[in-house]
């Protein structure tokens, strides 16, 4: 981050510092958290449903902050308080007000699936040509994006941020911060259907990213997806589009063979053809990498090298992280779950060559939350859909996974078990486990099936 003045600082967030004598201090830093070191940095004292910031703002000053962004009152603060209306609102304002400052390509991403995945392959294809800032792990809502606009320096060439939304309007707010150059919608599908009602509205949605698009930017959509196909060509001056299966798109991958845990295909182009490879698997990763080689494109890095780039790609977090252990395949997706991603990281799973024969391919999916009306139905698919699919056993975590149980033994896998407990569910597991299994973990959030990635590793290590 570039040092701002308190005076800037104000005058981005309209806020007001009675400590006149204090408006040349510089700030080098910004911080959300009390126990992180703060030397030469503001304090946002944010204040949400279960804390408030503005409780630790005396704390904050005594571990180095310059000053403080508060919109309360705070009794004998120890340095200089910018007061705002609301600190949550100021922040956004003065991420905008410092992206102001710069002129370089952004792309945003956005998306039901996928977001992170497409945001990590459009930062490869970037990486190798420019110096590409980009949002950590899923930093992609009202806190996570500000900051990362935050951390932009003078020597970055380009940037590429993750717009995530539970709501209408979000999207728009985090558009108009990061003002992105060219947006990308990698689909639509039923993710956060709960709190938007239909698919359309999931559309309408994201498509707010063009409220912070320039009228001379580029606009990147999925050709293979029904809703974002059915689009009017002319909803923006400048669309490319990008597809496996339909052939009218722009840029389209052909020839895609799986080699191990690696996926090599063609990026076809009016221009060109393009060999490229990815060191992950899947159809739904083929699509995310072509989307990042049409973001690159649309910047001017040059194709063959957008291409050639997509093969520095590195998984983020637990998104379908393959991981050899003990003789064994585990396929780390605890993430985040919706059932176009269930769909995939199955997909994955029934696509990878089994470590050795006798080998097994196991399903361990909890419920994916958001979906309203539609979860027990989804839940149901999702279960039979496996069965289909040649998973040989199925372990399911949560009151809505029984439903998915349900769904597998009525077509036809009889060795499908329900648990309301982790433990319980890990106990039963790890009775069945043997050399060449495939494991998948996948499910919502609120899950945390990550702990049964923990006790697997520390199988034989004692717990």
Same mark, same amino acid.
Not at 388 to 394: E, F, I, N, S, T
Not at 419 to 445: H, N, P, T, V
């Given at each position: 981050?570039?040092?701002?003045?308190?005076? @800037?600082?104000? +005058?981005?967030? +309209?806020?007001?510092?009675? /400590?006149?004598?204090?408006? &040349?201090?510089?700030?080098?830093? *910004?911080?959300?958290? #009390?126990?992180?070191?703060?030397?030469?940095?503001?304090?946002?004292?944010?204040?949400?449903?279960?804390? &408030?910031?503005?409780?630790?703002?005396?704390?904050?000053? %005594?571990?180095?902050?310059?000053?403080?962004?508060?919109?309360?009152?705070?009794?004998?603060?120890?340095?200089?308080?910018?007061?705002?209306? &609301?600190?949550?609102?100021?922040?956004?304002?003065?991420?905008?007000?410092?992206?102001?400052?710069?002129?370089?390509?952004?792309?945003?991403?956005?998306?039901?699936?996928?977001?992170?995945?497409?945001?990590?392959?459009?930062?490869?294809?970037?990486?190798?040509?420019?110096?590409?800032?980009?949002?950590?792990?899923?930093?992609?809502?009202?806190?996570?994006?500000?900051?990362?606009?935050? @951390?932009?320096?003078?020597?970055?060439?380009?940037?590429?941020?993750?717009?995530?939304?539970?709501?209408?309007?979000?999207?728009?707010?985090?558009?108009?911060?990061?003002?992105?150059?060219?947006?990308? *919608?990698?689909?639509?599908?039923?993710?956060?259907?709960?709190?938007?009602?239909?698919?359309?509205? *999931?559309?309408?949605?994201?498509?707010?990213?063009?409220?912070?698009?320039?009228?001379?930017?580029?606009?990147?959509?999925?050709?293979?997806?029904?809703?974002?196909?059915?689009?009017?060509?002319?909803?923006?001056?400048?669309?490319?589009?990008?597809?496996?299966?339909?052939?009218?798109?722009?840029?389209?991958?052909?020839?895609?063979?799986?080699?191990?845990?690696?996926?090599?295909?063609?990026?076809?182009?009016?221009?060109?053809?393009?060999?490229?490879?990815?060191?992950?698997? +899947?159809?739904?990763?083929?699509?995310?990498?072509?989307?990042?080689?049409?973001?690159? %494109?649309?910047?001017?890095?040059?194709?063959?090298?957008?291409?050639?780039?997509?093969?520095?790609?590195?998984?983020?977090?637990?998104?379908?992280? *393959?991981?050899?252990?003990?003789?064994?395949?585990?396929?780390?997706?605890?993430?985040?779950?919706?059932?176009?991603?269930?769909?995939?990281?199955?997909?994955?799973?029934?696509?990878?060559?089994?470590?050795?024969?006798?080998?097994?391919?196991?399903?361990?999916?909890?419920?994916?939350?958001?979906?309203?009306?539609?979860?027990?139905?989804?839940?149901?698919?999702?279960?039979?859909?496996?069965?289909?699919?040649?998973?040989?056993?199925?372990?399911?975590?949560?009151?809505?996974?029984?439903?998915?149980?349900?769904?597998?033994?009525?077509?036809?896998?009889?060795?499908?078990?329900?648990?309301?407990?982790?433990? #319980?569910?890990?106990?039963?597991? /790890?009775?069945?486990?043997? @050399?060449?299994?495939?494991?998948?973990?996948?499910?919502?959030?609120?899950?945390?099936?990550?702990?049964?990635?923990?006790?697997?590793?520390?199988?034989?290590?004692?717990?």
């Amino acid at each position: 981050m570039e040092r701002l003045t308190i005076r @800037e600082i104000a +005058g981005y967030t +309209g806020g007001r510092c009675e /400590r006149t004598e204090d408006l &040349d201090r510089t700030v080098c830093a *910004i911080s959300t958290d #009390s126990r992180e070191p703060l030397e030469g940095a503001m304090f946002i004292a944010l204040e949400g449903e279960r804390f &408030d910031g503005h409780d630790f703002v005396h704390q904050a000053f %005594c571990k180095g902050a310059v000053c403080a962004l508060c919109h309360k009152d705070v009794p004998d603060a120890p340095g200089p308080i910018i007061r705002v209306a &609301d600190t949550g609102r100021a922040l956004l304002d003065l991420a905008a007000g410092y992206r102001s400052r710069f002129s370089l390509p952004v792309v945003g991403v956005t998306g039901s699936v996928g977001k992170t995945t497409t945001k990590e392959m459009v930062y490869a294809a970037l990486s190798g040509s420019l110096r590409t800032h980009k949002s950590e792990g899923n930093h992609n809502n009202e806190i996570g994006l500000p900051k990362t606009v935050l @951390e932009l320096s003078p020597a970055d060439e380009a940037m590429v941020v993750e717009m995530g939304m539970y709501f209408p309007g979000e999207i728009r707010a985090l558009a108009q911060v990061a003002r992105p150059t060219v947006g990308v *919608i990698t689909n639509i599908g039923v993710a956060h259907i709960e709190n938007l009602g239909s698919r359309e509205n *999931i559309l309408k949605a994201k498509l707010e990213i063009l409220d912070g698009m320039p009228a001379d930017g580029t606009l990147i959509l999925n050709r293979d997806n029904d809703l974002l196909a059915a689009l009017p060509r002319d909803l923006y001056p400048d669309i490319r589009w990008y597809a496996i299966e339909a052939a009218d798109a722009d840029c389209r991958a052909r020839d895609i063979r799986q080699e191990g845990e690696c996926t090599h295909f063609v990026i076809e182009t009016a221009a060109g053809r393009y060999p490229a490879s990815i060191p992950t698997i +899947g159809q739904h990763n083929v699509l995310d990498a072509l989307a990042g080689f049409a973001a690159a %494109c649309a910047v001017g890095v040059a194709p063959e090298e957008a291409a050639r780039s997509l093969g520095r790609y590195e998984p983020a977090g637990m998104r379908q992280k *393959i991981v050899r252990h003990r003789g064994m395949m585990v396929i780390e997706d605890c993430y985040n779950a919706s059932p176009d991603s269930v769909r995939a990281a199955l997909e994955t799973l029934c696509s990878l060559e089994k470590p050795s024969p006798g080998g097994r391919r196991i399903a361990v999916l909890g419920d994916m939350t958001e979906l309203g009306a539609i979860g027990p139905q989804a839940h149901e698919e999702i279960g039979r859909l496996a069965a289909r699919m040649g998973v040989d056993l199925l372990y399911g975590l949560g009151e809505l996974s029984r439903r998915t149980v349900e769904g597998a033994k009525a077509a036809g896998l009889d060795s499908a078990y329900a648990f309301s407990y982790k433990q #319980s569910l890990y106990d039963a597991l /790890r009775g069945q486990l043997r @050399e060449g299994d495939i494991i998948l973990l996948k499910g919502s959030r609120v899950m945390q099936l990550e702990e049964i990635l923990t006790w697997l590793y520390r199988e034989g290590e004692g717990r």
